[in-house]
């Protein structure tokens, strides 16, 4: 656990501890009462108001969207089930820029609904919840999909030759079994819309703000440190409370009703009403996910002489973006890829140890470092990548110039991802395996080599996956931290549209479109290595 432990104390408590401490402290004093200065003020309050209740209705009606999608996956097969599943899973591994982007081609000025029938819903709220919906779908379809998949359909039957109706059936049986699933799908959903910044900041224009949002404005428009620690001490708070209850409902989840093996779940739809279910979940990915991403591609070719390559080629310029870039846009893919690929050798090796010593040992401490590590997924990335520029600029720990500072900003992202996804599979190994290994004369060493490897490797191939695609889209901190001759793909694109210009907002279209294709491949090589076939992350 030590350098776990040392890698999230220096990169991520240090940056984000020495932050709010600029904030609230004063020649060496601390200003408590800053914090109910700034919780009193309206604009705070409204801010943080309409963080709550966005992110609540956001969660509310992808669940309603999203529950038939969950019940489909589980029970119905169908030809081109697996290619949906991926395709329903791509959003949630594109960046939230770029899902911004797609977004505001579809709803924005000059967009496809204003074209087609004058409708704009950019810096509207509904814009903002459709976006979510959009990026949150596959959480709860592959969640609760994932458990209602094993759940045995012979215990629903039993209800119903005793008499129950089929929806006494689901609601006695089925649901109590999926409540803990659905609350802790319903509880991710939450935690990244409460914690939503790309969306709001390209989508919802000036009139609307989330925590992450006005921690971003405070600090870089504003140099109000005092604001923005109090809100990030806020953030911290909420996300600390969510992830407790997002524990708590894991553990129930994995009490609920034996499970069987999903092959045996599935079947073809018959009759009219499981047909037509089935053609209104394929037409909610239509027009939910492929629409947007479709409208996306069209805009990155439909330039001002006609469809063409137009905008892809004057990526390799500078000179169409003014002081934007001080190097072709286009050097943002390459960047971009180097730096996905340091960070996740980098996830690797932290997450892949703490892991390990999850599984080897247990105990509250243990088990409260497990949480700990979800922590940077929820706390703001603005903050963090603010502290670094902060904290990380003096002898032993320089590294405010250095290239190596925005691959350990992505890791601290996608160290989550490879715990997640290598804890369970680690825990499936058998103890009695090394126990026999280490009889046989090997070493500990050799022990992990010959046992735990060969089990788990394609595990650490999805976890890779994973930590890449999250890696690639790293917004939050990265904004901060990427230097202008060394932009990021995401940071290229928040810049292109806080342009005005045709040719900047084209150029953005196209860096979206590369940077969604990128993501997208990587999800589509995880499907096919993937070892869960319960369908969850």
């Known amino acids: 656990m030590a350098v776990p432990v040392a890698f999230f104390a220096v990169l991520f408590a240090y940056p984000v501890v020495s932050i709010v401490g600029r904030g609230l402290r004063t020649d060496g004093v601390w200003q408590f009462g800053r914090i109910g200065d700034v919780l009193s003020r309206p604009d705070i309050l409204d801010v943080l108001w309409f963080t709550t209740w966005q992110a609540l209705a956001s969660t509310a009606l992808t669940l309603l969207i999203a529950l038939p999608g969950a019940y489909v996956f589980a029970r119905f097969d169908f030809p081109g089930k697996q290619v949906l599943r991926a395709v329903v899973t791509v959003p949630f591994v594109l960046p939230t820029v770029v899902v911004g982007t797609a977004f505001l081609a579809l ?58 109706g089929r929806f006494a059936a689901w609601r006695r049986v089925t649901l109590p079994a999926l409540g803990p699933a659905v609350a802790a799908a319903a509880l991710m959903v939450f935690l990244f819309t409460f914690t939503s910044f790309g969306v709001v900041q390209i989508l919802g224009g000036p009139a609307y703000s989330t925590l992450e949002v006005e921690v971003y404005r ?11 620690a109090v809100l990030t001490l806020v953030q911290f708070v909420a996300v600390g409370a969510i992830l407790a209850l997002h524990a708590v409902t894991v553990r129930s989840r994995e009490r609920a009703l034996k499970l069987v093996d999903p092959a045996r779940t599935s079947r073809r739809p018959h009759g009219a009403g499981q047909w037509a279910l089935l053609g209104g979940v394929l037409l909610t990915a239509l027009l939910l996910i492929l629409l947007p991403l479709g409208v996306l591609v069209e ?21 169409g973006t003014g002081s934007t870039f001080l190097v072709p846009p286009l050097e943002a893919v390459g960047n971009s890829l180097r730096y996905a690929f340091v960070a996740t050798l980098i996830a690797l090796a932290v997450g892949g140890l703490a892991a390990a ?21 929820g706390v703001s990335a603005v903050t963090v990548g603010f502290g670094f520029l902060i904290t990380l600029d003096k002898p032993p720990l320089d590294l405010r110039t250095s290239w190596i500072l925005v691959p350990l900003a992505q890791a601290l992202v996608g160290v989550p991802f490879v715990v997640r996804t290598m804890l369970p599979v680690l825990r499936a190994v058998d103890d009695r395996l090394r126990e026999a290994a280490a009889v046989l004369g090997a070493s500990p060493l050799r022990a992990w080599r010959e046992v735990d ?35 990021t793909l995401p940071v290229a694109v928040a810049r292109l549209l806080g342009r005005s210009g045709e040719l900047n907002y084209g150029q953005a279209m196209a860096l979206s479109t590369i940077l969604m294709l990128v993501c997208a491949a990587s999800l589509l090589l995880l499907e096919r290595i993937r070892t869960d076939r319960s369908g969850e992350f």
């Open 107 to 164: 709803l924005g000025r000059g967009g496809f609904l204003d074209e087609l029938w004058g409708v704009r819903l950019d810096t509207t709220v509904w814009a903002i919840l459709l976006a979510h919906v959009f990026f949150n779908y596959a959480v709860v379809v592959r969640t609760v999909g994932g458990l209602w998949s094993q759940l045995d359909p012979r215990q629903e039957e039993a209800a119903r030759v005793l008499g129950a």
């Open 218 to 228: 405070q600090t870089a428009q504003l140099l109000d440190l005092p604001t923005a």
């Open 299 to 319: 805009r990155s070719f439909d330039g001002p002489e006609g469809y063409g390559l137009g905008y892809y080629e004057a990526l390799q310029s500078a000179g």
């Open 357 to 377: 010593a999850l599984t080897r040992r247990a105990g509250r401490l243990v088990r409260g470092f497990d949480a700990l590590l979800m922590l940077p997924l």
């Open 453 to 487: 490897l060969p089990l788990v490797r394609r595990a650490v191939l999805v976890a890779a996956g994973f930590a890449f695609a999250v890696s690639l889209g790293e917004f939050g901190a990265t904004v901060f931290i990427a230097r202008p001759d060394n932009p």
